[in-house]
């Protein structure tokens, strides 16, 4: 694989725009070489030696004492590199480079290359510190919430050795040996350690507990004597109400998100490291491709300037990488190097040959199956049948309901394949346990299942329907759908460890978490679900037939009554605001906390879309001229004010004066056509969606149906593209949890 394909392919794409533009210097160098063929050239290794020596007299002089400056070694140096500092700052710093021979036939091209190569190199570096700064100032954070964990587990297994009679006073803290640290004045081999004895049945298995660690990053994480009781003050006077139990509870939650906090921040820590890795050896290559070019020896120069800037000789990464790891593997794995390890560095998902040869096979049934019910209807002359309109309004929407959770599990699937062909680090921002997420294949699959138990329902139906022997199985025949939704059921709430479990618990809870909204702290995988659920509408209404059906209905002789019952009206509009309510608290309790106006504006364009939603279902239900004209003005203030907040707002484009105009300053894909498909794609199926909603009460009730489930597939179908453009893109997670156990 080529270098720049390389670089492309590793690079963090939060971070694009901060590496080093290799595929832009690439061209700069082409263009020298063309230069240099077209005018043929010699190389600087053939020129006269008298030239070179007369050349020397007249360059300038560098000093005796600037280490910082490229010294020119030999007679074939081209550059001069030198450090300037800006007048308006006193820390920054910035490299430029002077070429030496400005008045050879096309020294413009190599001037302005290195013009480009010093801005590069700059930007590196200045985002190379800005990182190394945040990162020490999380590692600063984390000691401190290591210091409150620590006291607390001090706080908390005290009073268990006290009920198991094994309880010893709390020895008094080591004197601390005098030294030279960075910040604490300590030596980082000798950190002073202050233990408590839990003694179990023997003096030979006590196992010791640390109120102090070693260091981490710039500070040192331990609890000095007076600190440590002032913490424990604190926590004993908030917990004293509390039961042990409670308080062990307390511990156990307050271990496992520092645990989590101090992974991801092991992970940034190794995204940092390969960004100096990527952008040292990109600049090492391009000069190596420049020297080659011109048969020059430029490369030397500017690499020993790089490797004494901050970007080559900083080492505070991987002293903090040294430093959390024996931390961690200290405290939050008993000392097991192999079983740290395996939990701080992130786990490579196998992919499993079966999963794709599976999927190929259910793929392949799928095909054959919509082919035979295309076959069985046409053959059996369904479609003039006396019966399909009875069809049509009893059997059609029991079965459109799979349809839908498939196509939303389908694009789901599709976004899931983008987001990890373009490196977005998805699993992270959703809150996934390492190594538990789907993979495209694995929702795929899921998808591919469901589509064939559900495609052998149907075709099952229309066989036992039409076929003469079976004629007095009709009640088992019209129980077929009914069976299909027990085991979609049974499934995604099977207690066991099955079936992809962990997925399946972690969609549970965020649904539970949107059920009731304004009792849980908002999390980006709870409204991420309510945005998805929204464009499930004609789904949950689907179910809300199904109990109208199988309930109310006498669905022996496939009839139901459902549209002549006020009950069954108040709540299918009911059931279809549910997740546009759930998101507007969502929105709400998101501008309380955050004290963020705009999460209100949010809330406000939902509430607007719950207002059209209402109001077209009752123009369906009530008709009529004035309830038509609300039900479009309605639809139509929705309609633009949704558009335009999730182009502008949602997606961050239009904006005029961005890096790429009309779009926004970070682009995750290259090509700027794609972003202004996506706004007229998502503007057009905004209107035929608008369309078809107003249209509809004027078709045919036979194909009424048709078009509310073509309705609800051009809102998933929106809504998935809509999750690529928005979701993942903007998220930037904090990489330090906070522990609000105190």
């Known amino acids: 694989m080529k270098f720049g394909k390389e670089l492309a392919s590793q690079r963090v794409q939060e971070w694009q725009e901060t590496y ?38 007249y360059r300038s002089f560098s000093g005796l004492t600037d280490r910082d400056n490229c010294m020119i070694q030999g007679e074939d140096e ?62 600063v954070e984390l000691s401190k919430q290591m210091d409150t964990l620590l006291a607390l587990r001090i706080e908390v297994h005290i009073p268990v050795m006290e009920q198991n009679g094994n309880h010893q006073e709390v020895g008094s803290s080591t004197p601390e040996p005098e030294g030279d640290d960075p910040v604490n004045g300590r030596h980082e081999e000798e950190p002073a350690m202050n233990v408590v004895q839990e003694l179990g049945t023997s003096q030979e298995n006590a196992s010791v507990w640390p109120v102090s660690s070693g260091s981490l990053g710039p500070v040192n994480i331990k609890i000095e004597p007076k600190r440590a009781l002032t913490t424990l003050g604190r926590i004993i006077k908030s917990t004293k109400k509390s039961n042990l139990a409670f308080r062990i509870e307390q511990l156990r939650r307050a271990e496992e998100k520092l645990r989590r906090a101090f992974i991801e921040y092991y992970q940034q820590l190794g995204l940092l490291k390969g960004y100096r890795f990527l952008n040292m050896s990109a600049f090492t290559k391009i000069l190596k491709k420049y020297d080659k070019i011109t048969s ?45 390890a395996k939990l701080l560095k992130p786990r490579n998902k196998m992919e499993k040959h079966r999963t794709t040869f599976v999927l190929g096979i259910l793929t392949g049934c799928s095909v054959a199956l919509v082919i035979g019910i295309i076959v069985s209807v046409h053959a059996r002359g369904l479609i003039q049948h006396e019966g399909r309109e009875q069809y049509m309004n009893n059997i059609f929407p029991l079965y459109s309901l799979f349809g839908f959770i498939f196509l939303h599990m389908f694009m ?17 921002v959703f809150g996934f346990k390492s190594g538990t997420e789907l993979g495209f294949r694995e929702i795929f699959l899921l998808a591919a299942a469901l589509s064939v138990l559900t495609l052998v ?31 979609l059921l049974l499934t995604t709430f099977c207690p066991f460890n099955i079936i992809y479990g962990s997925s399946r618990y972690f969609l549970i809870r965020c649904t539970w978490h949107c059920l009731f909204a304004p009792l849980y702290k908002v999390t980006f995988s709870d409204y991420f679900l309510a945005d998805q659920l929204t464009s499930q509408v004609q789904a949950f209404r689907s179910l809300q037939f199904y109990i109208c059906y199988y309930g109310w209905g006498d669905f022996k002789r496939r009839s139901n009554r459902c549209l002549e019952s006020k009950v069954y009206e108040i709540f299918y509009i009911v059931v279809a605001v549910i997740p546009f309510w759930s998101r507007v608290l969502q929105c709400l309790r998101r501008m309380f906390e955050e004290k963020d106006l705009m999460q209100g504006l949010n809330g406000l364009k939902y509430f607007s879309t719950v207002a059209a939603l209402v109001i077209r279902t009752i123009y369906d239900f009530r008709r009529g001229t004035f309830w038509k004209i609300m039900a479009a003005s309605s639809s139509g203030v929705t309609t633009i004010f949704n558009t335009y907040w999730d182009i502008v707002m949602d997606w961050g484009l239009l904006q005029r004066k ?35 909603v107003l249209d509809f009460h004027e078709a045919p009730f036979l194909h009424r149906r048709a078009m509310i489930a073509l309705v609800a597939c051009l809102e998933i179908l929106r809504r998935g593209i809509w999750n690529f453009f928005r979701y993942v893109i903007h998220s930037s997670p904090s990489y330090i949890i906070e522990l609000n156990f105190i």
């Open 296 to 340: 020059r020896n430029a490369s030397s120069s500017y690499l020993q300037i790089m490797d004494k800037s901050y970007l080559g000789s900083s080492d505070e990464v991987n002293k903090l990488i040294g430093r959390v790891e024996a931390t961690f593997v200290k405290y939050f794995s008993n000392g097991n190097r192999r079983k740290g």
């Open 658 to 692: 961005a890096r790429n105009p009309w779009l926004r300053d970070k682009l995750l894909i290259s090509n700027r056509a794609i972003y202004f498909a996506a706004i007229v794609l998502n503007i057009l199926l905004r209107l035929v969606w608008m369309q078809l």
């Open 457 to 487: 329902a149907v075709l099952s139906n229309l066989d036992m329907e039409m076929d003469p022997r079976t004629e007095r199985f009709q009640k088992l025949t019209e129980l077929v759908p009914a069976g299909l939704v027990m085991v």
């Open 20 to 57: 080093m533009d290799y595929k832009h210097l690439k061209k700069l160098l082409k263009n020298i070489f063309k230069f240099r063929q077209r005018n043929a050239l010699p190389s600087s290794a053939s020129r006269g030696g008298f030239f070179r020596r007369k050349s020397t007299l």
């Open 78 to 139: 081209v550059i001069l590199v030198h450090q300037a500092q800006p007048e308006n700052s006193e820390n920054d710093v910035f490299y430029q480079t002077i070429f030496l021979k400005p008045s050879e036939d096309g020294a413009e091209n190599e001037i302005h290359f290195f013009k480009i190569l010093d801005k590069e190199f700059n930007k590196v570096l200045r985002f190379y510190k800005e990182k190394v700064e945040d990162v020490t100032l999380q590692a």
């Open 412 to 428: 789901y699937g599709i976004n899931t394949y983008l987001w990890r062909r373009f490196r977005v680090n998805y699993p992270l």
